[in-house]
């Protein structure tokens, strides 16, 4: 592990900022090709994913998910007697984040050959990188080849009047707050909001949920929005669609939110209606770039007009997801190693860069209940698109899989079909246990597997997956 001195001065083929899994993941693919590679970090190594996004935020809601599953088998749900330990649970989140100590990732750093600078890095010119350590002494960093921005992204607080002042929670205090609040309002009915709204909710937090849209989960198929509304508010969540915020302050120990419907109090508001790129004080303006915007990349994550740089996960706005970012890692990675080796890189006819996945075949999974697991288009995106589609909608609860997993299953998979081309544009599930259904569903968009040989891909009997035969029935006709 490398240590900022005053006047250190280091030269690697590839300098990283950001250590997150996206970060990592290029360093690792960097130093597999044989190039040298340093990553430099401010913060935790392992990044936000580790620490304060996927994994305690999954670790939260997972006891939930658990009783919800128990509770919809006769015989199981006799044996659930009690409620959530709120204590065990969030034990098991601070050991899913490592107790927020970064040292097991760092030894995987070490142990994969990849260098490690501790500090705020910003960008000084061509190929160079300045790192400016906690006791003010800098190291600089020039790379023989290229230079990856890694730096993810910031939650976003609107200019909402006293909003800021209040000091909200972001997701960051959200997935790693040490009590639940008594009552907790969260602003924004995206992912975050949705699952944030669930965890607490089941730690015994009153949960009041407003979004300004008509819906929830608002990119998804509307289904989606309206199946978790549905079960959010009969757990008890006060759901408030087409409300917004005009003011916030705080009296003694509440928090007080204005909305034209009135006033809303709570003990702790979460804001989380979205993220900004997290580009600001990097030194993107040494190279040409505007500070605050994303880094605008091909799809070999090189950032456009400047062959040397490269923009990979939040920091470039095209999907901000973990999965994504160490997707694009891999890409942006090879392609470093290939332009070191003087190979070209033809986004014509190099595999690895034809059709990329973060264009219209990413996957996600809201950990809501029910789970939300999807791909692709959505039937929305396919008719704004004018692509010639159909869509075709079949009850979960139906197919006998779903029947065994829980009794009175209640979920709907929902297909986007090209007419055309007979290919899936687009797939969505709706129902408990879902998440482990998307993997199929991103092979067969990425893979343009046609429909007539999807019949040839038979489900395991009884699982959920039989839904698929089901699709490809109804679509049939």
């Known amino acids: 592990m490398s240590r900022v001195t005053e006047t250190s001065e280091h030269t690697f083929d590839v300098v990283v900022l950001g250590a997150g899994s996206t970060g990592e993941n290029v360093a690792d693919i960097a130093v597999r090709g044989g190039l040298t590679a340093v990553l430099v970090e401010s913060e935790l190594v392992g990044g936000e994913c580790s620490y304060w996004a996927c994994m305690p935020s999954k670790a939260l809601i997972r006891g939930t998910e658990v009783l919800d599953e128990a509770r919809a088998v006769a015989g199981a749900v006799q044996a659930v007697t009690g409620e959530l330990d709120v204590a065990a649970t969030l034990e098991r989140r601070n050991r899913m984040t490592s107790h927020w100590d970064d040292s097991g990732q760092v030894r995987w750093v070490e142990g994969a050959g990849i260098a490690l600078v501790r500090g705020a890095g910003r960008l000084d010119g061509e190929k160079t990188v300045v790192v400016t350590g906690d006791d003010g002494t800098e190291a600089r960093l020039t790379a023989r080849h290229a230079v990856a921005v890694c730096t993810g992204s910031d939650a976003t607080i609107p200019p909402i009047d006293g909003l800021r002042e209040i000091e909200p929670w972001t997701p960051r205090q959200a997935t790693s707050a040490k009590e639940v609040p008594g009552r907790l309002l969260v602003m924004g009915g995206g992912v975050v909001g949705c699952e944030m709204a669930t965890a607490w909710n089941g730690l015994g937090s009153r949960v009041t949920l407003i979004e300004l849209a008509d819906r929830l989960l608002l990119p998804l198929e509307p289904a989606a929005g309206e199946a978790v509304a549905a079960s959010l508010r009969e757990r008890g969540v006060d759901v408030r669609l087409g409300t917004g915020v005009t003011a916030a302050r705080r009296e003694g120990a509440e928090v007080v939110l204005t909305t034209p419907d009135g006033e809303l109090r709570s003990d702790e508001v979460l804001v989380a209606v979205g993220r900004r790129a997290r580009t600001v004080g990097i030194g993107v303006e040494t190279v040409g770039l505007a500070p605050g915007k994303y880094l605008d990349v091909d799809d070999t994550l090189q950032v456009r007009g400047l062959p040397w740089l490269y923009g990979m996960g939040d920091v470039n706005g095209r999907k901000q997801l973990t999965h994504m970012g160490k997707y694009q890692a891999r890409q942006g990675g090879a392609a470093i190693v290939a332009r070191a080796r ?100 991103t092979v067969a968009v990425v893979g343009e597997v046609p429909i007539a040989r999807l019949w040839h891909a038979v489900p395991a009997y009884p699982t959920i997956n039989e839904v698929w035969l089901r699709l490809l029935e109804t679509y049939r006709g």
């Open 342 to 441: 003087g190979e070209q890189v033809s986004m014509a006819d190099w595999s690895p860069f034809v059709a990329t996945a973060d264009h219209a075949a990413t996957p996600s999974v809201v950990f809501s209940e029910p789970q939300v697991a999807s791909v692709g288009l959505t039937s929305v995106e396919a008719a704004s698109r004018e692509l010639p589609h159909r869509v075709v909608e079949y009850p979960i609860g139906n197919v006998a899989g779903a029947s065994v997993f829980a009794d009175d299953y209640s979920g709907t998979a929902i297909a986007v079909v090209d007419t055309d081309r007979e290919v899936l544009l687009g797939m969505t599930f709706i129902g408990l246990g879902v998440a482990e259904m998307v993997y199929g569903a």
